[in-house]
C-alpha cells in the first residue's frame, strides 16, 4: 500500500468508527441524514491510527459516502486515493486481491456508480451467478439497495459516490420529470462505453490540486447527468401527493430560466403559478425538490459555470447575465457555492 494510500485508508477507517452509531439508523430509514457540508471539498487527510478513534455525535458524520467505504475498507482492499469533490461527491479508486472473499453491502444510504479500470474477470454478484466483471463495465448501486458478491483475484475499480437528491434534483431541468419520482436503478455489469469514458479521465484527473479537482468536479456532473438519463428509473410504488401540476412545474421552470437574469421574487411565481405565495413555497419544494429561492439560486450558478466553461464573456456581463446584481456580488456566490473564485474556475475548467 502507498503512503498515500495508507493515509486515505485511516481517514475512512476513522470515518468508519465515527459512523457505526449512525448505521442501524442509516438502514432503517436511508434517506434521513446530515447533508455533506462539512467535509465534501475537503482532501483526504492523516489521523493517527495509534490513538483511540474518537466517537462523534452521527448528526456530524458525513453521512453515507462512509458506508460502501468501510465495508471495502474492513475487507482486503486497498485504497488508492480518496478526494470530497464539492456539490456531495466523493470518489474513490481502490485495488484488491484475494483468492476469494464475500462483499456485502446492506442499504448505504447513497447512490454508488462503479467501473472497473482492471481485472474483475471472476468476481459475480451472488443472485447473478455467472456474470462476471471485466474492465468498463459498469453497476449502478442505489442507496437503497442489498448486495451480495463473491469477490475472486484482482481488482481495479473507481466508485463515485453521490447523494439520491443530488442525483434526481437535475430531473426537472433534463428530463422534464419530478426528483420525487426517479431512483437509480439497481444495474450489475451493464456497458456504456461514454460513461466508462469519463469514469477513466475522472480516475486519471490529478485530485491533489485545485485545477484538477475542479476538473473532477466538472467531469462528476456529466457522469450523472448520463447516468440518470441511462439509468434513471421511477421509484417503486412512489405514489405523488401535492406539489405542483405538470404544466405548472413546466411554466415555472421556463419561466425562471427566461428571467433568470432579472430580481425574481416568491409573490412573482406566484402570479405565474396561479397559486397563493405560501401554496407555491410548498408545493414548488415537493416538485423541485428545492425551495424557489434554493432553486433560483441553483439555475444562476450553473449558468455562470455553464458560461466561464464555454465563453470568453467578463466577469461583469456574466454577472449580469446570471441575475448577480454585479461582479462583486457575483464573486462571492461563486466562490460561497463552487469554492473558488469564477476566475480560478475559468481558468481550471474552460474549453480551450
Not at 432503517?28 to 474518537?54: F, G, I
Not at 404544466?247 to 415555472?252: F, I, N, P, S, V
Request: aromatic content about 8%.
Amino acid at each position: 500500500m502507498t503512503q498515500r494510500g495508507s493515509r486515505d485508508l485511516s481517514r475512512i477507517a476513522h470515518f468508519s468508527a465515527r459512523l457505526a452509531a449512525a448505521c442501524v439508523v442509516a438502514r432503517r430509514e436511508p434517506y434521513t441524514r446530515a447533508y455533506l457540508r462539512k467535509n465534501d471539498t475537503r482532501q483526504a487527510s492523516p489521523v493517527n491510527t495509534s490513538a483511540p478513534l474518537p466517537v462523534t455525535d452521527a448528526a456530524e458524520t458525513p453521512f453515507g459516502i462512509q458506508s460502501v467505504c468501510h465495508t471495502l475498507s474492513t475487507s482486503n482492499a486497498n485504497l488508492e486515493r480518496f478526494a470530497w469533490l464539492g456539490d456531495g461527491l466523493a470518489i474513490a479508486v481502490w485495488t484488491r486481491d484475494t483468492e476469494i472473499a464475500e462483499t456485502v453491502y446492506e442499504r448505504p444510504g447513497h447512490h454508488t456508480l462503479s467501473c472497473y479500470l482492471d481485472g474483475g474477470y471472476r468476481t459475480e454478484r451472488q443472485k447473478l451467478p455467472g456474470r462476471y466483471g471485466a474492465p468498463s463495465r459498469l453497476c449502478a448501486l442505489p442507496g437503497d439497495h442489498e448486495s451480495r458478491w463473491w469477490v475472486r483475484g484482482h481488482m481495479h475499480f473507481m466508485h463515485l459516490y453521490f447523494l439520491p437528491e443530488h442525483f434526481t434534483q437535475r430531473a426537472v431541468q433534463e428530463l422534464d420529470r419530478e426528483p420525487r419520482e426517479l431512483t437509480l436503478a439497481d444495474r450489475t455489469y451493464f456497458e456504456d462505453p461514454r460513461i466508462a469514458g469519463l469514469c477513466q479521465l475522472l480516475a486519471n484527473e490529478h485530485w491533489d490540486d485545485a485545477d484538477g479537482l475542479l476538473r473532477t468536479n466538472e467531469t462528476a456532473h456529466e457522469v450523472l447527468s448520463l447516468l440518470l438519463r441511462a439509468q434513471g428509473v421511477r421509484r417503486t410504488g412512489a405514489a405523488l401527493k401535492g406539489g405542483l401540476s405538470v404544466a405548472t412545474r413546466r411554466r415555472l421552470r421556463d419561466y425562471i430560466e427566461n428571467h433568470l437574469a432579472e430580481p425574481l421574487t416568491l409573490g412573482e411565481l406566484a402570479k405565474v403559478a396561479a397559486l397563493s405565495e405560501f401554496h407555491l413555497a410548498r408545493m414548488f419544494r415537493e416538485s423541485f425538490g428545492l425551495p424557489p429561492a434554493a432553486w433560483i439560486a441553483q439555475q444562476r450558478l450553473e449558468r455562470a459555470r455553464t458560461l466561464l466553461r464555454t465563453t470568453a464573456l467578463p466577469l461583469a456581463q456574466i454577472a449580469g447575465l446570471c441575475g448577480y446584481a454585479n461582479a462583486s456580488h457575483f464573486s462571492h456566490r461563486f466562490r460561497e457555492g463552487v469554492g473558488v473564485s469564477p476566475g480560478a474556475y475559468r481558468q481550471a475548467v474552460a474549453i480551450r
